[in-house]
């Protein structure tokens, strides 16, 4: 609907905001900043390239790990064979694009979907894609937003999940593919005590959120069911 500034999921009748939604509210987009830092680019067309290439590389590894027939352009698979050279390594496919529609007591609901979920000498771990462009690296002091992202997947997956996983969540992995001589992945990986801390972070901000749109989902919710008995 005009004027709002999140996206719904719906499941078994219910609505819930996205998690990327959250994030963005808590971590705005500040493009000025970028247009500062690199002046002289097209940043439009960064941006639609961006999305092109990432929309594209997801679908790429979602079809080989379901060992689908699918055929990437060219010039994208220097990012996808890094990115599958290295999750090749997993001792095995859990699960691939795995849907979440999740609720919190006390404070509300929450949903998105996971890129993958693997099996790594015993530990199952939960793994995101990103792609970055030609001389752009990643620093794990700069993935706030990301971690965050993960570890609330890792929270809802593991209770949603428990009983077709061989254990929880113990690890997140971010695999920044930036198709470089030398290493052309740098995987973020957030486990034990740090992955525990970042999931308190992820359910303080969920709060925070619903303190300011509560009322909104729930006048959504309203609505949908008003849509359905219509």
């Given at each position: 609907p005009k004027g709002r500034k999140f996206g719904l999921y719906e499941s078994g009748g219910r609505v819930a905001p996205n998690v990327t939604s959250i994030l963005g509210w808590k971590f705005?987009?500040?493009?000025?900043?970028?247009?500062?830092?690199?002046?002289?680019?097209?940043?439009?067309?960064?941006?639609?390239?961006?999305?092109?290439?990432?929309?594209?590389?997801?679908?790429?590894m979602e079809k080989w790990l379901q060992s689908q027939e699918h055929t990437p352009i060219e010039d994208h698979l220097q990012?996808?064979?890094p990115l599958q050279r290295l999750?090749?390594?997993?001792?095995?496919?859990?699960?691939?694009?795995?849907?979440?529609?999740?609720?919190?007591?006390?404070?509300?609901?929450?949903?998105?979907?996971?890129d993958g979920l693997m099996l790594v000498n015993g530990d199952v771990v939960l793994i995101d894609y990103k792609t970055k462009r030609h001389g752009k690296?990643?620093?794990?002091?700069?993935?706030?937003?990301?971690?965050?992202?993960l570890a609330a997947y890792s929270l809802a997956i593991s209770h949603l999940y428990e009983d077709q996983l061989p254990s929880p969540v113990t690890r997140t992995s971010l695999l920044f593919a930036h198709p470089e001589d030398g290493k052309p992945v740098t995987v973020v990986s957030t486990q034990g005590n740090l992955l525990l801390e970042y999931q308190q972070k992820w359910l303080k901000l969920l709060d925070e959120w619903y303190e300011v749109h509560?009322?909104?989902?729930?006048?959504?919710?309203?609505?949908?069911?008003?849509?359905i008995s219509c």
């Open positions: 705005p987009f500040d493009k000025s900043k970028w247009v500062k830092s690199e002046p002289d680019i097209d940043h439009d067309a960064v941006t639609r390239e961006s999305a092109k290439r990432g929309t594209a590389v997801h679908l790429a990012w996808i064979n999750v090749s390594r997993a001792s095995k496919t859990l699960a691939v694009e795995i849907p979440l529609h999740y609720s919190i007591s006390g404070i509300g609901s929450y949903a998105g979907s996971s690296y990643v620093s794990p002091r700069f993935c706030e937003q990301q971690r965050l992202q509560g009322a909104e989902v729930s006048l959504e919710q309203k609505e949908f069911e008003s849509g």
